[in-house]
C-alpha cells in the first residue's frame, strides 16, 4: 500500500525558511516522478515543484530561485527546502505521486 506522509510545516515570519518532508512508503522514489503542491485557503490546489526518476527539478515561476526539491533515496523521502518565505506561500502542501497523495502539512508565514 503506498502511503505518503508530509511533516515540517510551521509558522515561520517572512524571509524565514522551512524545510517539508515526505517520506513514501510502499513505492521506492528513486524510481518515480514526485511532486508539491499547495493549497492556499479559499484556492485552488497548485503545482509548486516536480522531480523526475532521472532527478530533473522543475518549478511554478512563484517559487524558482527560493524553492528547492530534492530527493534522499536511502530515506525514501522527498524534501523542499523553501527559502525567503512571503505571506502568499503559505498553505496546505501536500506531495503527489500519480494518484496518490498525502494528508498535507500546513506553512504560515506572518508579515
Known amino acids: 500500500q503506498v502511503q505518503l506522509v508530509e511533516s515540517g510545516g510551521g509558522l515561520v515570519q517572512a524571509g524565514g525558511s522551512l524545510r517539508l518532508s515526505c517520506a513514501a512508503s510502499?513505492?521506492?522514489?528513486?524510481?518515480?516522478?514526485i511532486d508539491w503542491y499547495r493549497q492556499p485557503p479559499g484556492k485552488q490546489r497548485e503545482n509548486v515543484a516536480a522531480?523526475?526518476?532521472?532527478?530533473?527539478?522543475n518549478y511554478a515561476d512563484s517559487v524558482k530561485g527560493r524553492f528547492t526539491i530534492s530527493r534522499d533515496n536511502a530515506k525514501n523521502t522527498i524534501y523542499l527546502q523553501m527559502n525567503s518565505l512571503r505571506p502568499e506561500d503559505a498553505a496546505v502542501y501536500f506531495c503527489?505521486?500519480?494518484?496518490?497523495w498525502g494528508k498535507g502539512t500546513l506553512v504560515t508565514v506572518s508579515s
Open positions: 522531480i523526475s526518476p532521472g532527478g530533473a527539478t
Open positions: 503527489n505521486h500519480l494518484v496518490h
Open positions: 510502499g513505492i521506492s522514489v528513486y524510481r518515480l516522478g
